[in-house]
């Protein structure tokens, strides 16, 4: 019974209600308070009987002070207004931590291929910066990077990410085999067929077909991870390209809205790749519950993107 009572989850931890001060201080700083105190503490001042005057002044403030502060709805308010700015704060000027997955990943590209991610990573950043900076000047107090489609960005950034596991894992496999030697056996296999037949040798020939179907298979298997090298590597370029037209548009248009747009195009006519890294998934060993980009720019890579392999 105990075992069960300890093994429960514990109940998530309630926001924490606003301080003292800040309900104080929301209270005084009330517009119509500081009307009403500032009124009171100047006539006090001018009339004859100041020094009785600002004592009592003091005491109605007090006692306004006091009574606001007891009332539920005013206090239930405030905490609204602190909790709500702990979670802007928390959320948007606090990078979060990058998921396993995404670490794993970056951590297992080579040096250079996370070098060029990296690069990639920062052109998004600055992109987001400048629409951000172009809001703010136009008098949108509201704006944010998240004015700039970040989903957008992380598709292409997730994206560009899996192609350079697969173009390194290509890369891996095509280090592996060596194209003309198993020409030249597929060449001698077929010689020693020929030789075989004509010398009526069954259990040679059957061997010797066996043999260079395997070198055939092999020789198909170098040429198909050949393009599939070709295919990546084209779309790497591809991506780097949008992007960096991307960020280009950013200075010129100084249109966030048009630039938003132009990011959920651009993530958008990727469909096509993405469907053919899916199929390359065997090479990569990503799993299924990874096909979703996570949160890319929001996530601080700085230690892992700078750790060298």
Not at 56 to 73: K, N
Not at 109 to 126: I, M, S, V
């Amino acid at each position: 019974m105990k075992s069960s009572i300890r093994d429960q989850p514990a109940p998530p931890a309630q926001p924490q209600s606003a301080a003292l001060g800040d309900y104080l201080k929301e209270a005084f700083f009330f517009r119509w308070n500081l009307l009403f105190f500032a009124g009171g503490v100047a006539g006090a001042a001018i009339l004859p009987m100041t020094a009785v005057l600002l004592p009592l002044v003091a005491a109605g403030e007090i006692a306004y002070l006091a009574g606001l502060v007891s009332i539920p709805r005013f206090r239930a308010a405030i905490d609204a207004k602190v909790q709500a700015a702990n979670r802007k704060t928390t959320s948007s000027d606090l990078p979060s931590q990058p998921a396993p997955s995404l670490t794993a990943m970056l951590s297992s590209l080579p040096t250079e291929a996370r070098k060029r991610f990296e690069r990639l990573h920062t052109r998004c950043l600055e992109m987001r910066g400048i629409a951000a900076g172009v809001r703010g000047a136009a008098g949108d107090q509201n704006a944010s990077a998240e004015e700039i489609r970040t989903p957008g960005l992380d598709r292409l950034l997730w994206l560009f990410l899996r192609l350079l596991l697969s173009r390194t894992a290509l890369d891996r496999f095509l280090g592996t085999m060596n194209n003309e030697e198993i020409s030249k056996r597929l060449e001698q296999l077929r010689k020693d067929l020929a030789a075989a037949q004509t010398a009526k040798d069954d259990r040679i020939t059957r061997s010797l077909q066996d043999s260079i179907a395997m070198a055939e298979l092999r020789l198909d298997n170098y040429e198909r991870a050949k393009k599939n090298a070709q295919f990546v590597s084209i779309e790497l370029d591809r991506i780097e390209g949008k992007i960096q037209a991307l960020a280009e548009m950013s200075v010129n248009r100084q249109d966030p809205d048009f630039l938003s747009s132009q990011v959920d195009s651009a993530a958008e006519s990727m469909r096509q790749t993405e469907k053919a890294v899916s199929e390359l998934q065997h090479l990569t060993g990503l799993a299924d519950e990874l096909q979703e980009p996570p949160a890319i720019l929001e996530s601080d890579l700085r230690e892992v993107l700078r750790h060298e392999a």
